[in-house]
């Protein structure tokens, strides 16, 4: 809830839970050294397990990469609560696990395109979002991912008859 999440980091200026797709972030703000942190939870519910599951890429027009449609629609609902609350003169970081890895990954992307600045962000258990052309296109965002040899999440989705339309997915 808000409440714990404020009491536990106290430099949170936003958390929302956003509804239509059962998705929470949370903002941070540290002033002093500008920066924001974006941190996005994972897979929680079923209507995210129905979210990683919509694998099928889609083009996505304000990117020109085609991208993983579930996440991508995800960022964007994210993207347009989030910024508001985002201050120009700041770095923004981004963090996430599982779900929350890949649509940071995407708003990392929205982020760097309306010409904010990105700090090195790290990633947990990221799956795959987008094929080779959006992988060489954004290769130069600040990101790292960490990923246990044991996790399955960062090898999906799976390869498809459909990867022959547009290219697999890769990392």
Not at 19 to 43: A, P
Not at 90 to 109: D, E, N, P, R, V
């Amino acid at each position: 809830c808000a409440s714990d999440i404020q009491k536990k980091y106290p430099n949170t200026v936003h958390v929302s839970s956003l509804e239509t797709i059962d998705v929470q972030y949370f903002l941070e703000t540290f002033s002093s050294e500008k920066v924001q942190v974006v941190s996005v939870r994972g897979t929680a519910n079923l209507k995210n397990v129905e979210e990683d599951a919509e694998y099928l890429q889609s083009k996505n027009p304000n990117l020109d990469i085609y991208v993983h449609k579930g996440f991508d629609s995800d960022a964007a609902i994210v993207y347009e609560d989030l910024k508001p609350h985002l201050l120009t003169d700041h770095q923004i970081k981004l963090t996430g696990h599982s779900l929350g890895a890949a649509i940071s990954t995407i708003l990392m992307m929205y982020l760097y395109e309306q010409g904010f600045s990105i700090a090195r962000s790290i990633n947990f258990g990221q799956p795959k979002v987008t094929n080779s052309h959006g992988v060489k296109k954004y290769s130069f965002l600040p990101l790292t991912r960490v990923a246990d040899n044991n996790d399955l999440v960062p090898m999906v989705p799976p390869i498809t008859l459909f990867d022959s339309i547009h290219g697999c997915y890769e990392h």
